[in-house]
C-alpha cells in the first residue's frame, strides 16, 4: 500500500484514484498519522457486502422470538383543540 501525505493525495487526487483502482488501498496519512485509505469501489463493496434495505429485512421474514410482545399504551386518546 502506498502513503500520501493529504497535502499530496490532494493535489495528486486524479492519480491516488487510479493507484487505488490499479494497485489497491492507498493511504493517506496527517502529521504522519494514517487518517483515511482510498478504495477502489469493487473493494468497498466486497468488504460492506449485501445488506438488505428495509423492505427486504421485513419480507425475508426475520427470526423473531416466540415471546415478543409490543406493549401498547391503553390510555385515552389525547383532546385536540381544533379551533373549532
Not at 496527517?30 to 457486502?49: F, N, P, S
Request: glycine share 6%.
Amino acid at each position: 500500500m502506498t502513503r500520501w501525505q493529504l497535502q499530496e493525495a490532494k493535489q495528486h487526487f486524479s492519480e491516488v484514484v487510479r493507484k487505488a483502482h490499479d494497485e489497491g488501498p492507498q493511504i493517506v496519512t496527517r502529521h504522519g498519522k494514517d487518517v483515511a485509505v482510498i478504495l477502489d469501489m469493487e473493494e468497498y463493496r466486497r468488504l460492506k457486502g449485501k445488506q438488505p434495505d428495509f423492505k427486504e429485512f421485513l419480507l425475508s421474514d426475520p427470526d423473531w422470538p416466540d415471546d415478543l410482545e409490543f406493549p401498547r399504551d391503553k390510555g385515552l386518546p389525547r383532546e385536540v383543540d381544533l379551533g373549532w
